[in-house]
């Protein structure tokens, strides 16, 4: 029972109580998409080897569903995404805040997202990971590298959107157990 209770608090106050969503994680390898999976199910820090094959995750209490799915990020990983857009109900995209030169790779790669018909309404939560690094960029220099505004605000009204699709960034350090609540909390607004 306490796992039951541990689990659906943390659904909860990540905004997915109650919901079914299909949610996948994607970014270039090295991101963070695997060792966020690992906190959400087990709430453990573990050092991965990089993600070869997708891995999924479905937890099923009580009312909760939630499947995630960590596609992997290396390049030849990345032609396999596809098979996976069909349903899906929102994306995560990571970000290595502290790995600038792989920046305009990085936007590159959720410019080919956005442009896929089947994605075209998915919302889509940028999250800025590793801020805990020392050279990690800032919430305005991931913004600016991925050509969105200034941030909406929680309790706001305005909603960043991208050809009608809402989109926003987070910064977060999974390592540190910050920042990406509020990005699911986010997502939740989008998901039935």
Same mark, same amino acid.
């Given at each position: 029972?306490?796992?039951? &209770? ?5 659904? &909860? ?115 800025? &990971? ?29 909603? &960043? ?32």
């Amino acid at each position: 029972m306490f796992i039951f &209770n541990w689990f659906k608090d943390l659904l &909860n106050s990540l905004g997915l109580y109650k919901k079914n969503a299909k949610i996948l994680f994607l970014g270039l390898d090295n991101a963070g998409k695997t060792t966020l999976l690992r906190r959400l199910k087990d709430d453990r820090m573990v050092q991965q080897d990089p993600t070869v094959h997708a891995h999924a995750e479905e937890l099923v209490l009580g009312n909760v569903k939630f499947r995630a799915y960590d596609l992997g990020g290396h390049e030849t990983v990345r032609k396999t995404w596809k098979s996976y857009f069909p349903t899906v109900d929102g994306i995560i995209y990571l970000v290595d805040a502290a790995d600038k030169d792989r920046f305009e790779e990085s936007q590159k790669e959720l410019e080919s997202l956005m442009a896929t018909p089947e994605l075209a309404k998915v919302p889509i939560v940028i999250l800025g &990971n590793k801020i805990d690094k020392k050279d990690a960029a800032s919430e305005e220099d991931l913004r600016e590298v991925f050509s969105l505004g200034s941030k909406s605000g929680w309790g706001g009204d305005k909603i &960043n959107e991208i050809d009608g699709r809402p989109i926003d960034v987070f910064m977060c350090s999974v390592a540190k157990k910050t920042g990406y609540a509020e990005g699911f909390r986010w997502l939740s607004k989008f998901l039935k």
